[in-house]
């Protein structure tokens, strides 16, 4: 009995020491598992959060970069808005000029469009010899400076402008009965050929050359 006791004894003594040696390998398994967990866990913390870090400072650098082209753009648009209305602004000026400036404004476009037609002929005819028949130089004008300054136009380029038009351009100049759909000015027409000089056109003409000067004069600051 007692052999078998004792036999018992370090049965349990050794199911024990075992038990206890599968429990400290377990536990030490475990820690290392929770080490290394928490090690990832840091880690990928970390990653997140310089990701996210990253990309807020991207949504913030697109957001700034997105509000300063807004604001280039509204500027811009605001800009040209006001360069614009200088322009109508001086449209509006020439169309309000006192009577007697205003017909000399209309001379002066009147001469230099029969001019530039009469050069134009010169050149077609020198080139190809190609001649035309000697048509009326038609002042066209809207209907109001036609019943307004109309005959005073007229008589000032056929009196005044003899030497710079030669006697046969001025004794071909006549009034138009017909009127143009234009703000101001006038329009050339000899036979099918106009010279359109009216002071909208014009005025958009100078866009390309004055359009720096303009923006300079209103907005030196840059």
């Not at 209907?143 to 005073?152: K, L, P, Q, T, W």
Request: with cysteine; net charge negative.
């Amino acid at each position: 009995m007692k052999r078998l006791e004792k036999i018992i004894e370090r049965i349990m003594s050794d199911a024990d020491a075992e038990c206890a040696a599968i429990a400290g390998a377990a536990e030490a398994e475990a820690s290392r598992i929770r080490a290394e967990y928490e090690e990832k866990t840091s880690a990928a913390e970390a990653e997140i959060a310089e990701r996210t870090k990253r990309e807020a400072e991207g949504i913030i650098t697109r957001a700034k970069s997105s509000a300063a082209m807004t604001r280039r753009n509204i500027m811009s648009g605001e800009r040209s808005r006001i360069v614009d209305a200088a322009y109508a602004r001086a449209l509006e000026t020439l169309v309000s000029l006192p009577r007697d400036k205003y017909v000399t404004l209309l001379v002066g476009l009147g001469v230099s469009a029969v001019r530039r037609h009469a050069e134009k002929a010169e050149v077609r005819r020198e080139k190809y010899g190609e001649v035309t028949a000697a048509a009326p130089y038609e002042l066209v004008l809207n209907a109001r400076d036609r019943a307004e300054v109309g005959e005073a136009v007229l008589l000032s380029m056929k009196n005044n402008k003899k030497k710079e038009l030669g006697a046969d351009a001025v004794r071909r100049l006549t009034l138009s009965d017909s009127t143009a759909d234009i703000d101001g000015g006038l329009i050339v027409r000899s036979g099918a050929v106009e010279e359109n000089c009216s002071l909208s056109l014009l005025i958009e003409g100078l866009h390309d050359m004055l359009d720096g000067a303009v923006y300079k004069t209103l907005y030196p600051e840059g």
